[in-house]
């Protein structure tokens, strides 16, 4: 079993930067594609961004592709989500998951979630 554990959400006002942390843990994280998703109230969890398990490809939607980067730190078990020029359609819980193989799209294709962290972007 891997656990996995989001930090560093918080309220922000729109253009602010906010860095995400998702720490893996009970197994190494590093064989895992992570996936960034979030949900918004009365919405659908919806795919933000991914990096493959050796970090070398990234992806991202098109509404966060220039503002956000997605990094990972193997040795400490670690994925993060910089966030630059926050906008109040980012406000959402943001969620961090793992799943063999690539980095998808579909919420359901992932194997291990977080608790998420709330992300609140005031105009």
């Known amino acids: 079993q891997m656990q996995l554990a989001e930090s560093g959400g918080g309220l922000v006002q729109a253009g602010d930067s906010l860095t995400l942390s998702c720490a893996a843990s009970?197994?190494?994280?590093?064989?895992?594609?992570l996936g960034w998703f979030r949900q918004a109230p009365g919405k659908e969890r919806e795919f933000v961004g991914g990096?493959?398990?050796?970090?070398?490809?990234?992806a991202y939607a098109d509404s966060v592709k220039g503002r956000f980067t997605i990094s990972r730190d193997n040795a400490q078990n670690t994925v993060y989500l910089q966030m630059n020029n926050l906008k109040p359609e980012d406000t959402a819980v943001y969620f961090c998951?793992?799943?063999?193989?690539?980095?998808?799209?579909?919420?359901?294709?992932?194997?291990?979630w977080g608790q998420g962290t709330q992300v609140t972007v005031s105009s």
């Open positions: 009970g197994r190494s994280s590093s064989s895992y594609a």
């Open positions: 990096i493959s398990w050796s970090g070398s490809n990234t």
């Open positions: 998951a793992a799943r063999r193989g690539g980095a998808g799209l579909e919420p359901s294709t992932y194997s291990y």
